[in-house]
């Protein structure tokens, strides 16, 4: 079974006292340790740069931002593939993140092929 794990946190300034590659550290150590089931995963830009879509009556709409203003924010995903919920838990639970915000497990809908 495929979860999309997302990764909530705050959103903090960059710590100038690390450089770059140790801060990633843990993120790699993550990913090696784990790369069975790691389908896929991406780091998102601030919630600033986003930018919202909607169409409503046929006009597209775009908003600066994200769309509610919240404590913590969608910084990246990470796609497992686990054998259960509990494995998937087992992963989620070492994603670097988890001892400082939030990882939200959302099964993939399986949607099948167009005949």
Do not use: H
Not at 57 to 78: M, N, S, W
Not at 80 to 85: I, K, M, R, S, T
Not at 87 to 111: C, H, K, N, S, Y
Request: aromatic share 10%; with cysteine.
């Amino acid at each position: 079974m495929r979860y999309a794990a997302l990764i909530y946190a705050e959103e903090a300034e960059p710590v100038v006292d690390v450089s770059p590659e140790e801060a990633m550290r843990p993120w790699f150590e993550f990913g090696e340790k784990n790369e069975r089931y790691l389908r896929g995963g991406e780091a998102l830009q601030p919630t600033a740069t986003a930018t919202c879509v909607r169409v409503r009556d046929g006009e597209v709409l775009t908003t600066d931002g994200p769309y509610a203003e919240t404590k913590e924010a969608l910084g990246g995903f990470y796609l497992v593939e686990a054998d259960d919920l509990d494995q998937a838990i087992d992963v989620a639970r070492q994603i670097p993140a988890a001892f400082w915000g939030t990882i939200e497990l959302r099964p993939i809908m399986e949607i099948p092929d167009q005949p």
